[in-house]
């Protein structure tokens, strides 16, 4: 017999629009013509609502709909009885948690939307989950007892009873000099409550910046600051949230080993506040600042449809998550009328897929229009996808600089990798670069034949 409550009807609060059509997909619904009311909406109501259990997942109301706001998600099995979270009725719903365990680091990855920045609110202690009652929220002893039996329930235990300290690093470093003042090392040394800065300062490349005001520093002075300050706090839980961000490859991989070095628990938290200065929607900052680009045939094709601006083109700009943000961002460089375009770093605040297609529009826009782009990027596999030509720049960071002459794709490559002392190999499975491992055969055989950058296999 199949399962009661097998699919999720989702509805989009800003597409959703009953004022403003004929209610197709009540009239369309086979199941409403049967009599049953598996879908209300009327021209009066704010938005239309769909009954999970009678709905039969046909997906009529889905291509009916003018505005595209509705969806159905059919799930694998039951899960009716493990939700942990949901906002209201046909929003996103949050099912299970990930586990954490002490000494072991837990990553969370997945597209934006998809549920980590929710799981993660309610494991900080931010959130309280309603399991699913949105409209008659559960108090901590009906949450406790749906955890019991699971590791969830001391976890949860221990957070009530403030048992259990979690420090969590934003993922917009950029914010942080809005609301922390004073000098790098002062502000080190009143967080240290580990004896440890002195070495995290060390392996973050911070010695030299403790005397440097927080207002004055880059964005990947600005990460691996606020890295810093979580590493050298005593606390049971650490989330770092995107902790890649701005830093070089060079940078990555000594934030890693610094974050690896820290002996509890490490999580990635994904935020969704920002604010942005424009007030207004975005299809009126589109309208203000390129005007004639956003409504050229041209332009919608090979921007704004692969880059999903349609679907948030009606949202207040200030509401937007950080990948949206970026979305609109690109799309205004690209829409400015330009011999030279100058995009630093497209790929900030993109999930995996979005950098991709990112990466293909850049790459694909600037080829139609026969233009020049320069791109800083720390994304190894979009550095590569996008690159004609390469800049190495070498020196120490914050202190001097060099730019090298412009160089091919494998030579730029190469000898960038060589200053790290690095080596690339292609993956045989899905053809993008990967780090060898240290001294292993392929590292040591690549580095005796100066070809640090991936070869052909």
Request: aromatic fraction near 8%; include cysteine; charged fraction near 25%.
């Amino acid at each position: 017999m199949a399962d009661k409550n097998t699919r999720i009807a989702i509805v989009n609060h800003d597409k959703c629009k009953p004022k403003k059509c004929r209610q197709e997909c009540k009239k369309s619904c086979p199941v409403v013509r049967m009599g049953k009311l598996c879908i209300e909406v009327t021209p009066q109501s704010k938005i239309v609502w769909i009954s999970e259990s009678l709905c039969i997942g046909c997906g009529i109301c889905i291509k009916k709909c003018p505005f595209g706001a509705l969806s159905i998600v059919n799930l694998p099995s039951n899960l009716e009885k493990e939700t942990t979270h949901r906002y209201c009725a046909n929003s996103f719903k949050l099912h299970r948690l990930p586990i954490p365990r002490p000494g072991e680091v837990l990553g969370l990855v997945g597209t934006n939307g998809i549920g980590k920045s929710t799981a993660l609110k309610i494991l900080a202690g931010k959130q309280k989950p309603n399991l699913g009652k949105y409209d008659n929220p559960p108090d901590w002893q009906e949450i406790l007892t749906y955890f019991r039996g699971s590791e969830l329930q001391n976890y949860f235990t221990k957070i009530l009873e403030d048992d259990l300290r979690a420090i969590v690093k934003p993922q917009y470093v950029d914010q942080i000099p809005k609301t922390v003042k004073g000098s790098v090392g002062a502000i080190l040394g009143r967080k240290d409550d580990t004896d440890t800065q002195t070495i995290v300062c060390k392996q973050l490349d911070l010695s030299h910046l403790r005397e440097r005001n927080v207002e004055d520093l880059s964005g990947g002075e600005l990460q691996r600051f606020a890295c810093a300050v979580v590493c050298i706090q005593r606390a049971d839980i650490f989330m770092f949230d995107e902790p890649s961000s701005y830093l070089d490859v060079k940078q990555r991989l000594k934030a890693a080993i610094t974050i690896r070095e820290v002996p509890i628990l490490n999580v990635s938290y994904k935020p969704q506040t920002i604010s942005p200065k424009f007030k207004g929607s975005v299809r009126a900052l589109l309208h203000e600042k390129i005007r004639d680009a956003y409504t050229h045939p041209q332009f919608i094709t090979d921007v704004m449809k692969p880059m999903q601006i349609e679907s948030i083109i009606d949202q207040d700009v200030q509401n937007l998550s950080g990948g949206e943000l970026q979305r609109v961002a690109l799309t205004l460089c690209l829409g400015k009328p330009a011999d030279v375009y100058l995009i630093d770093e497209p790929s900030a605040y993109l999930d995996s897929e979005q950098r991709l297609m990112a990466a293909r529009v850049i790459k694909r826009y600037i080829l139609h229009a026969k233009k020049t782009a320069f791109v800083v990027e720390h994304d190894f596999i979009m550095a590569t996808y996008l690159a004609d030509r390469v800049i190495v720049f070498d020196g120490i960071p914050s202190r001097h600089t060099y730019a090298n002459t412009p160089q091919s794709l494998l030579a730029g490559m190469n000898r960038f990798l060589s200053l790290l002392e690095i080596t690339f190999r292609r993956d045989p499975n899905n053809f993008r670069p990967r780090i060898n491992k240290l001294n292993s055969i392929k590292d040591t055989e690549q580095k005796k034949s100066g070809n640090y950058f991936f070869l052909d296999d």
